[in-house]
């Protein structure tokens, strides 16, 4: 038995040197970090002991990008002589025992498992956190096209959303809250460059649909309302108004014109023909149509007038 203590006694140390460290330090993170896209993120994780050590001293901080083409990789280094240059728009910073990881314009491609790896003056720990972003959809646009290909349609309306992570969707109701979504068409989904969602949906609408009004509301990935967009059925296209605007201004001038000049006309006239009569009158040129038709009362009242 005695044979066996030294034994006994190297495992141990063999396990406290070793740096089984991690049984003195050790990094606590939330499991994950949710950021907004163009906001600045903060990772922040905190350096713990398993018992006390009230002079702990942290030496190093790397925060690390799992799985990337183009590793990610951002230290703090406050060992003596050491310099700390970070890529540009990240930090680390240490606050106490505080670690974090500064983004300050988190984009879709920042999304992932960071690791944070601490070094101490009594021992290392490592652990990981998983940062996501998410980015609110702009107020979706809807207008409506001529529909040719969907049959019985006669119109469609189109609702684009764009700016949005992660995927959301897109749903119709009319102006009875009645939701039309089944009716539409799948949506096609596109991401951009920067990694942010582009969702449409087209809604045929049916010779006999009865809805004057249809709304196109985006959701997020959540199920969170994000914005929308109503759109009236019954409109007359812009073109059309425009062009209404300018008649109206053009009639609003012609009209005066027009009544003005038929007057005078309509007064010429009149007179002329009270001159021609009255002259047929006199000469009592047989004639039908003045036997039958003497001129008027008004006419001598005319004449009286003008004299
Ligand atoms: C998706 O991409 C296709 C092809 O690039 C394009 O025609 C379409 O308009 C895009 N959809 C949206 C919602 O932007
Ligand atoms: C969705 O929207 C709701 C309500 O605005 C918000 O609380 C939630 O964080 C959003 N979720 C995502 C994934 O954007």
Redesign the pocket.
């Known amino acids: 038995m005695a044979s066996r203590a030294p034994l006994f006694l190297l495992v141990i140390c063999f396990c406290c040197c070793s740096g089984h460290a991690k049984s003195f330090v050790e990094v606590v993170c939330d499991k994950t970090i949710t950021g907004r896209v163009a906001h600045q993120s903060m990772l922040t994780c905190k350096v713990e002991t398993t018992q006390e050590i009230p002079d702990l001293t942290i030496t190093v901080v790397v925060w690390k990008k799992q799985g990337d083409d183009d590793p990610f990789l951002s230290a703090l280094d406050r060992r003596p002589g050491k310099k700390n240059k970070f890529p540009p728009g990240y930090k680390v910073t240490l606050n106490d025992r505080t670690v974090s990881l500064v983004i300050t314009d988190p984009k879709v491609k920042d999304e992932g498992v960071y690791s944070c790896l601490v070094m101490t003056d009594s021992g290392n720990a490592e652990t990981t956190t998983h940062f996501k972003v ?1 980015a ?1 959809y702009e107020a979706p646009s809807v207008y409506s096209i001529d529909e040719q290909v969907v049959p019985n349609a006669h119109k469609s309306l189109i609702c684009k959303a764009t700016g949005g992570y ?1 995927e959301g969707k897109l749903r119709w109701f009319d102006e009875n809250k009645t939701e039309w979504t089944k009716s539409a068409e799948p949506p096609i989904v596109n991401q951009t460059e920067d990694g942010l969602f582009e969702i449409s949906s087209k809604l045929p609408l049916m010779k006999l649909s009865t809805s004057d009004e249809y709304t196109c509301v985006v959701y ?7 914005g929308s967009a109503t759109i009236r059925t019954d409109d007359p296209d812009p073109d059309a108004s425009t062009q209404n605007s300018s008649k109206t201004s053009l009639s609003a001038i012609i009209a005066p014109v027009l009544v003005v000049g038929s007057l005078i006309v309509g007064l010429l006239l009149a007179l002329l023909i009270c001159r021609r009569r009255s002259q047929r009158t006199h000469n009592m040129v047989p004639n039908t149509d003045e036997v039958i038709d003497p001129p008027p009362p008004y006419c001598e009242e005319f004449k009286d007038n003008m004299a």
């Open positions: 998410t609110k992660p997020n990935a959540s199920d969170g309302k994000e």
